[in-house]
């Protein structure tokens, strides 16, 4: 082709380019900024609304100003400026990010307003730039009015298939092999790149620094630890960013497993190599006495309880179904993890297993948890309609459930109202000494035969279930504020 005639389509497409990248750029960053928001406020629900709501808001207010702007002021290197300068914001907001997202997080506000604070930091100023450059290239490209309605379609068009390529992109293959933080310092040079194409004249040395600092920063840069952790390993993994630290518990050494700063998701005593946590104790009480040939665990996080398991069973098979395939070797290399022949770990979704699942189980153990919440489809009356279905006819089936105690309508007493629906027999037990306001482990336990267990102290705090509270569903399942 000739030379000419590639500079013609080269322009002629330059404007479609950039929208398409900045659009894989604002998605790739959408989704890496939760990961950044995870070790401090988790990954609920109200953090995902508030993420999705201040990008879309300040999109739009982009999209407004960058349409009155370009009016005015429409040229490839006006746009260069702007590029640049969503540039720069980046890269500061990204440096300072975990200094300002823990000072919100520790200035004492809830969690809904302390994650909405923390994403309009990350993503409000920047956004409202992003959202800019669609409209300015509308107005550069619209050279022909007859056709200005196929125009401005390839221009959103072209903005939302980047959105489609970041979404994939990051989602299936930068999250596996990428560190957040370089996720998003490789947005910035991208940026910059994009400041370049636009235009190569007007300030070409400052938009040569940005990229070289966005280069070194991508290659060099290493977030702080400014949760008082003593770290052993740090990554993110396909599901979450995933930290294991050293610390104490009642005067004890441990070693935990996190997803957030809220709790931690599982751990051992590093002395004992035992769970240093009091439900562990009610799960293996539940054990004794049983006569138990196959059990089945939904939520594996460090794999904890099957050492706790065979060590009460005899030659029972044990099925652990965790979602997340990283966390075996984690728990192998950290946590003193041994696979054994009678351990069966399924990489699945639980819900999605109970679904498909056709085995009978003696017991079903439910320790599955997104921060302090159980996802909201293994919590609903058609999942324990699953667990049912999961179990021989004189099963049982213990839940680990962070909640409240209050007598107000909380997450345990939803939670027993569903099972109460399968199960004849339900119970629930306070296993630690807190005040009932705050969040702490619960046990519940539903079966379809009388419960009969030990005289351990894990279940001398018994607690009332209210029947009236309204079961959760698939339809109709807030978690979030039940917990919260």
Known sequence: MPINKTLELYRKYKGLLIVLINGVVIMSLELTGSRLLAPYFGSSFYVWTGVIGVV????????????????RHASYGVLSKLLALATSVLLVTIYFAPYVIYWISGSGVSLIAGSFLATMYLFGPLNFILG???????????????????LVGKVFAFGTIGSIIGTFITGYILFSFVGSTRIIFAGAVCLAILSIIANRRDWIWAKVV??????????????????????????????????????????????????????????????????????????????KGRGIDSALLIG????????????????????????????????????GFDDSSNTNIINADGRTFLNHNSNKYDIVFVDAFSSRTSPFHLTTSEAVNGIRNALEDNGIVVVNIISRNTKDNNLLQAKAATYKQQFKYVEAYKIQKRAPDVLQNNILIASNTAISLSDAEVFKNKIDIDTDIRPLTDEFAPIELLTY
């Open 300 to 335: 594996g996080g460090t794999f904890t309880l099957d050492k706790t398991f065979h060590k009460n069973t005899q030659d029972a098979q044990l099925d652990i179904v965790e979602i997340d395939p990283a966390l075996k070797e984690l728990a192998s290399e950290y946590f």
């Open 210 to 287: 940005l990229l070289l600092v966005g280069s070194l920063m991508l290659v060099l840069y290493t977030p702080p630890e400014l949760l008082g952790r003593q770290v052993v390993y740090d990554a993110d993994t396909q599901y979450s960013k995933v930290t294991v630290y050293d610390t104490t518990m009642a005067n004890q050494p441990v070693r935990l497993l996190a997803t957030d700063a809220l709790s931690a998701q599982s751990g051992i005593n590093i002395e004992t190599q035992e769970s240093p946590f009091e439900y562990m104790k009610a799960f293996e009480e539940v054990l």
């Open 132 to 150: 800019m450059v669609s409209p300015f290239v509308a107005k550069l490209i619209l050279t022909d009015k007859k056709h200005s309605g196929e």
């Open 56 to 71: 879309l808001s300040f999109l739009s207010a982009g999209y407004w100003y960058g349409g009155k702007l370009a009016d």
